[in-house]
């Protein structure tokens, strides 16, 4: 079995989608104002936003990254805020958080050979 892709809620499709592209995600479906679809910048797993009117933040997204460090002072120096940022984690992560425009957390991280 392989994930194909994960769909989150999003009060403001367009300007969700616009979080996410800048964060680089390659939107490939704009189907406003009700979805967008968008392929993760490493293989060809997909990121789904459908309309709602209230959004649970419940659901987290996790990219992995060689250097959070790095990965993370270009992300502040284009624009992001990050709610924490990257620290060693007990179970051998690295990882820094930001949120998208509805609350969901974003995970940076590094896991190298505890990635499973």
């Known amino acids: ?11 403001d499709v367009e300007n ?3 979080f996410y592209v800048r964060l680089g995600l390659t939107q490939i479906v704009a189907n406003y104002p009700n979805y967008a679809r968008l392929l993760a910048p490493d ?17 987290s997204i996790h990219f992995e ?3 959070v460090d790095q990965t ?3 992300l502040k120096q284009a624009g992001f805020e990050f709610v924490c940022d990257p620290v ?4 051998l992560w690295r990882e820094a958080i930001l949120l998208d425009p509805d609350g969901h957390r974003i995970f940076i991280f590094h896991a190298g050979e505890n990635r499973l």
């Open 1 to 11: 079995m392989r994930l194909n892709h994960i769909t989150l809620p999003a009060r």
């Open 16 to 18: 969700s989608a616009g």
């Open 43 to 59: 293989g060809d797993t997909t990121l789904s936003l459908h309309h709602t009117g209230t959004v649970q933040t419940g659901a």
């Open 65 to 67: 990254v060689e250097d």
């Open 72 to 74: 993370v002072q270009q």
């Open 88 to 91: 060693d984690q007990p179970y």
